[in-house]
Every structure is written in C-alpha cells, then in structure tokens.
C-alpha cells in the first residue's frame, strides 16, 4: 500500500512539474519594437501648449 | 488496476487544472468582453534595457508586484499586478548597438484582426516595428505610424478587458495620448486602424482630439508642444498628487521632464522618466 501511494506521489510530482513548465499562461505580449526613442527633454518647451 | 485508475484520475486532474491555477496567470480579479473592444488600449508593456531597475522603479512608485510570465517570445518578462489586476508587462531587452535608448511605454489597441489592421495601416503609410505573430494574450504585432510614434495592435483570445476592469485608479494606466506632428492626419489614420469615432474640443485655448469607441474615450491627439518633439504616445498613470508623485520618481532614480505648473493642464500632470530613460506621465485623477 505504501509503495503504491509513493508512486502515485512521484506521477503527481512529474504531472504537474511536466505540465506547469509546459504552461504559456495567457497574460502579457512582450514584443521587442527596437525603435529609438526621441529626446524626451524637449517636450518641456512648449508646455502652454498642452491643451 | 485499483491503483491505474487512482494515477489516471490524478493525472486528468492535474492536467485540467495545472494551467488555470498554479500554472497560469491569476485572473480572477479581472472580467472581459464577450466581444473585441475595437480601439481600447488593452495592455500596455513597458520595454526595458534595465529589469531590475524597472521593477524596483515601478513598485516604489505604484506598489506593484511581479511575476514572471512565461509566452513572451523577445525576452526575459514579468507581468505586473495591482492587487488582484494585471497592468502591465515589463520586458528585458538588449541594448542596440548604436547605442541609442529604445525603452519606452507600448500601448496595444484592441483590433478585431491584427493582420486586417496591419495591412490597413501599411497602406496608409506606417511600417512594422514587430511582425504579426501569437503570443500568450493572442495575435499582436506592432507599427510605427506615418509621423513616426510606435503603437501596437493585439486581437486577445481571451476577450479585452472590461472598463470595470480598467477603471481608472492610482497606479493604473489611465490614458493614452498622442503628441502629433499633424492631429487631422493622425485622427484619420486612427480612425483606420481602430475604427474610432472622432471629435475635437476646445480647451484651454487650443483643439484636443478625442478618440471615442461607441462614446467612450478611448485614447486623445494633441499637436506636439513644439517641432523639436519626436511623434510618440504618451502613458499616463493614476495618481493622487502629480507633483509628489513626480519627486518620488526622481528620488527612484527617474527623472523629471516637465514638471507640474499651473501652465501645464492647470497642474494636473507631470511628465517623468524611469531609470532608464521610458518616459510617462503621472496624471491626477479626477475626484
């Protein structure tokens, strides 16, 4: 009986490792776009026009 | 036979459940649409040269918490959570060879289909910053429009979030906008991709575009503050006090761009930075 709860401790142990790894989730995107940001400084001149 | 059919049972149980609970993401604090919210910004990522400057930058400022998210294909990614909602996603990225900065705040609107709205953008004069692919929300790709300011297109496979879900709150994303080299223009090819309605106010002595989605608004164009400002969409975050918010950032290694002035929106924003260079804007929230 013993070894018979064992084994299925050890397959639940496996199942679950194997299968949360496996997981992608479905939250999130995390593309990398790469494109070069502007020079955020010069939004300060100006800011009466900030309607 | 009795112990084959205890390990089977096991098995089915862990496999229905390992994904929706352990597995994968928490998303009981957050309700979708049955239908696509065409034209609502439905996540926003932030692209980061630095992680763990980012990470501790954005949980001093909104007391966020992370977690690491597996489906993002360009990079090392946490998905951030404020109380029972995910917000937002952080991405590690390597810096460019030339040197120049590319983090920055990524705003995905919601399109019925992200190829459709690609290929309608193309045609109208923007061009791929990150080809149509699947990722762990759905399909999602990127462009940068005609006057240059990058934006993101994602058709969910789980529904778009509800507005009871997104509703405005401090330390949430609570608007998006763009400063524009030329407002008609970028209205209409808007109104392309996300199929907004559109209509202009006067405020404050100037015309401020609105993009609306069944009378909701959903996004805003203002002309650029001069010619020296790159086109881009700004990310405005909830806060209770801009000016406060706005030294806090600086004491976690932001910086300030434009301080909070009555000339600035009667003092109800402030333009900061992150430690490495994104830019955002802490934006009163309405009472």
């Known amino acids: 009986m013993r070894k018979g709860f064992r084994k299925i401790v050890f397959v639940a142990v496996l199942a679950t490792s194997t ?15 790469g494109v070069p940001i502007g020079d955020h400084g010069y939004m300060s001149v100006g800011t009466s026009r900030w309607w | ?25 928490n998303l009981d604090g957050m309700s979708f649409s049955e239908r696509p919210l065409a034209g609502k910004v439905i996540w926003n990522d932030l692209i980061t040269e630095d992680l763990d400057a980012a990470r501790r930058f954005y949980a001093g400022m909104f007391g966020w ?22 917000v937002a996603g952080l991405l590690a990225v390597d810096p460019r060879e030339d040197g120049r900065r590319i983090s920055r705040w990524l705003p995905y609107v919601s399109v019925g289909d992200v190829d459709e709205a690609l290929r309608r953008g193309l045609g109208a004069g923007a061009s791929v910053a990150a080809s149509a692919r699947d990722v762990a929300i759905g399909r999602v790709a990127a462009i940068i429009d005609p006057q240059g300011a990058v934006i993101g297109l994602a058709a969910s496979r789980i529904g778009d979030p509800d507005d009871a879900t997104t509703r405005a709150a401090a330390g949430r994303v609570i608007w998006h906008e763009m400063l524009a080299r030329d407002t008609i223009d970028a209205a209409a090819f808007y109104r392309l991709i996300g199929g907004y309605e559109v209509e202009t106010v006067n405020r404050r002595g100037g015309e401020y575009t609105l993009l609306l989605q069944d009378g909701v608004r959903r996004a805003g164009i203002m002309e650029r503050p001069n010619d020296d400002v790159q086109p881009l969409w700004l990310t405005h975050f909830g806060v209770a006090d801009p000016a406060e918010a706005a030294a806090r950032a600086e004491s976690l290694g932001g910086s300030i761009v434009v301080a909070p002035s009555p000339a600035l929106r009667d003092g109800t924003i402030a333009v900061v930075t992150d430690p490495d260079g994104a830019v955002l804007v802490l934006s009163r929230l309405s009472t």
Not at chain 1, 19 to 32: D, E, H, P, T, Y
């Open chain 1, 19 to 33: 299968l949360v790894a496996g997981c992608s989730g479905n939250i999130g995107v995390g593309l990398n776009v």
């Open chain 2, 1 to 25: 036979m009795r112990l084959f059919l205890a390990l089977t049972l096991l098995f089915a149980v862990i496999t229905t459940t390992s994904c929706s609970t352990g597995g994968g993401p």
């Open chain 2, 65 to 86: 918490t992370f977690e690491e998210a597996r489906g993002a294909t360009d990079g090392e990614y946490l998905a951030a959570r404020l109380g029972d909602v995910y």
